[in-house]
Nanobody
Framework: QVQVAESGGGLVQAVDSLRLSCTAS????????MAWFRQAPGNEREFLAA????????HYSDAVKGRFTISRDSNRNTVYLQMNSLKPEDTATYLC????????????????WGQGTQVTVSP
C-alpha cells in the first residue's frame, strides 16, 4: 500500500535549471531508500541518484554527478532532485522510485514507482 508520485518537469533551454519533487505515501513503507531514474524513448531505464531514509548518504551516476542534487524533507516522505546546467541529452521521462533498505543502482531492487514527469531540454 505505497504510492509514489513525482512532479516538476517541463520544457527548458540548455543551461537552465529544474527542481523535481517526489512524495511517497503508505503505511507499509518503512525507512526505504528513494531514488531517481530516467528513461528516454528507445532506451532502458537509467539510474541517476539515490538517498537513504535519514538523508545522510547519497549516491549519483557519473552522468549527473556535480550537476544534480538529491535531498529529503525533514518529514522523510518527500525527496527532491535539483537539476542544474541542463543539457539536451538530459531530455527524458524522470521517475521516482522507493523500496530497498540500502543504496543501490539496480532498478529491479526498487518496488514502488511513480508514473514519471517529462523533462525536455532544447538546445
Amino acid at each position: 500500500q505505497v504510492q509514489v508520485a513525482e512532479s516538476g518537469g517541463g520544457l527548458v533551454q540548455a543551461v537552465d535549471s529544474l527542481r523535481l519533487s517526489c512524495t511517497a505515501s503508505g503505511r507499509t513503507m518503512t525507512r526505504p531508500v528513494m531514488a531517481w531514474f530516467r528513461q528516454a524513448p528507445g532506451n532502458e531505464r537509467e539510474f541517476l541518484a539515490a538517498i537513504t531514509w535519514s538523508g545522510g548518504d547519497t549516491h549519483y551516476s557519473d552522468a549527473v554527478k556535480g550537476r544534480f542534487t538529491i535531498s529529503r524533507d525533514s518529514n522523510r516522505n518527500t525527496v527532491y532532485l535539483q537539476m542544474n546546467s541542463l543539457k539536451p541529452e538530459d531530455t527524458a521521462t524522470y521517475l521516482c522510485a522507493a523500496g530497498p533498505l540500502i543504496l543501490t543502482t539496480i532498478k529491479d531492487r526498487y518496488r514502488y514507482w511513480g508514473q514519471g514527469t517529462q523533462v525536455t531540454v532544447s538546445p
